[in-house]
């Protein structure tokens, strides 16, 4: 789940990093009197979750005698089309240099990845494209408490060294917070010392229970209907919505019809013995995507009943052509019922899917 710069500067200045003094105001709440106190010159921040904020006009500078009227113009209006719920105004600080600190997965070693460049500011794909020598990387020990501090000096390449306990402290922030990404750009010198000008916290969903959210606030209302159902959903932009039971079932399904020419509309896994009630649900589910034109149920029958399972095709009387892979326990008794209400049942995984990349 992302946080928003407010929430990831919260926790950063919690961890010891320094951040700009700042107020967060939320539609409907008055600017003024809180705004102005923080001081003579302010950035208006809007608080959405996209980035390059600073070039769609999300950033915006003022001072005491404009901030109010800044912010509600920010409030209102609509950033790379996300509407602007909330603004952080900041005291203005002077910047002498912006530098790009950042911590995420190293997808081949699984272990934390720091990456630091003096060219910060602007987006870090464009200098890995333009410039990927100034990028200095390093992977650390998952075991590790701490960045060691040759590390750190290897990633400052000669940037000053007050810079140094920063990368520290955002690991702690990456360890202790089971963060994906946790991303300080830019990360600024200033007369008064060093801050972050702007931050970025991705939490592991799959931690969320243990940092103590309750709620995953970035799930489409399909992804949160299919979470209370206990399915493993995944939305995609295809037309084929896929059910199958198993990870590996259903991926190689997604994959069949990717090799076949088609383009899958989801990821469905629902999981060892689904009943009717479920098999309904996952199916009600994709018939509800408004892509989705076919839908292929592939699903092996072991603790699985595939007299259920049809049961639940049936019970679900959705509007897209349903195509059905059943092998296993039952399959008789499931074949018959589908064959009585009109639904095709193919033997092979094949065939099924090439009949759905057809039908779409
Ligand atoms: P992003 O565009 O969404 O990444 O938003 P940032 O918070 O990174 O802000 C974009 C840019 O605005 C920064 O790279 C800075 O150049 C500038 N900026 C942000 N805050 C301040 C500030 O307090 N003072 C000054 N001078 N510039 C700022
Ligand atoms: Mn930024």
Known sequence: MKLLEYEAKEILKDAGVPVPKGILIRAGDDAGAGAAQIG????????????GRG???GILMADSATVQEVADRLLGSRIKDVPVHAVLVEERISIEH????SISIDRSSGSPLILFTSSGGVEIEEVARTNPDAIRRAVIHPLLTDVPGYTIRYLLDGAPRELGPVINKLYHVFRSRDALLAEINPLVTTPSGVYAADGKIIIDDNALARQGISENRDLTDRERKAEEFGFSFVELDGSIGVIGNGAGLTMATVDLITVLGGKPANFLDVGGGADRVRVAH????????????????NLLGGITRCDEVAAGIIDAGVSQQVIVRLAGTNEEQGREMLNKHGYRMLDTMEEAVSAAVEVA
Do not use: H, T
């Open 282 to 297: 996952a199916v009600q589910l994709l018939g509800s995507m408004p892509g989705v034109s076919v839908i292929i149920v």
């Open 40 to 51: 003579e010159l302010v950035v208006v921040k809007a608080q959405i979750d996209v980035g």
């Open 98 to 101: 912006e530098y790009y600190l």
């Open 55 to 57: 070039k769609a006009g």
